[in-house]
């Protein structure tokens, strides 16, 4: 499906063809097709990187074209940002009025009267609904980014609390649910009142190995096949520089903070030495780290760590720390970001590969040693 034949406005049309989107990939055609565009409810269950923000932006285009506002409802702050941006990139041609909205203390946000776009985290849009804020009967669109959180123990009540009131204070209202890792999507969906759009097509195909004793492993059918990879000394150092040395940049999971602190300074001591970095570039990204730090420790470490090409990311950083790393990395200066599991939540990171050094594929393992 090519998006000079969806029925948006040519100023739309124009700002994703300059950004690269003339092609619709499959699930974002299937959604098209089931009526995304034309205030069908759809829950969106589709693989990580197929596009299921730019149906939310498509969605909301219409919506603002009738004079109706779009909530859109995420799990983390850093991510409010990132979707915020994206909406106002995309929609620029409709001046359309963009906000992102996470601070901690309630309120019923009444100046988002005048916003046609809200991005919140799930905690302040339960605020906000608590609070009765008036605007909230305009909404015409809700989207509901990483739905399969509605099972997690600690946050699902508040984003089911918060999403069901708005499903009754906005019922006419469309409903969006997007996930690349739900699998219960047909008892979602009857919640959501919604059509389930399910696909597990990705742009790019992903190979999940386990490296052991020199070799990748990796399960195919009931057996394993596996390969020998030339690594030298400390795995995760060594698997990683073979990466950057190829063209690629890295993500390190870890399971704390401190050891994604750990890892980055460990990482940086090798990385630091390859003739591949934009030292330039890192010691201008390292400046403003130290700037916005006023001399604190952990932005004198996280400082350090980008002057040689790699960074930790955590909920423990302050939020312009985190978009220094963020941006950073996206403009390809930095090669490796060692982070806790919250970056995964969707927040997009263009990594060739992505290393979780702790041991959760020890069932793997026993197949490796048992053989």
Sequence with gaps: MRVEDLPISEGVKSKLMEHGISQLYPPQAEAIKAGALEGESILLATSTASGKTLIAVLAAARMVEEGLKTIYLSPLRALTTEKAGYFKQLLE????????????????????????????????????????????????????DEVHLLSDPERGPRLETAATALMKIAPDAQRLGLSATITNYDEVSAWMRAKPVVSDWRPVQLNETVYYDGRLYSIKGDGLESEEVNVSGNPLIGLTVNCILEGGQVMVFASSRRRAESYAVKISRSVGELSVLDRDGLRSDAEHIRAEGRGLEMAELLASCVERGVAFHHAGLTHAHRRIVERSFHERRLKVICATPTLAAGVNIPARMVLIPEDVYGAVLDMVEGR
């Excluded at 046609?116 to 008036?134: F, P, Q």
């Design 93 to 144: 041609p409709l001046d359309v009025k963009v906000a992102a909205v996470s601070r901690d203390y309630d309120s019923p946000e009444e100046w988002l009267r005048k916003v046609d776009v809200v991005v919140a985290t799930y905690e302040k849009a339960d605020s906000m609904v608590r609070h009765r804020a008036s605007w909230l009967k305009d909404i015409g669109l809700i989207v509901v």
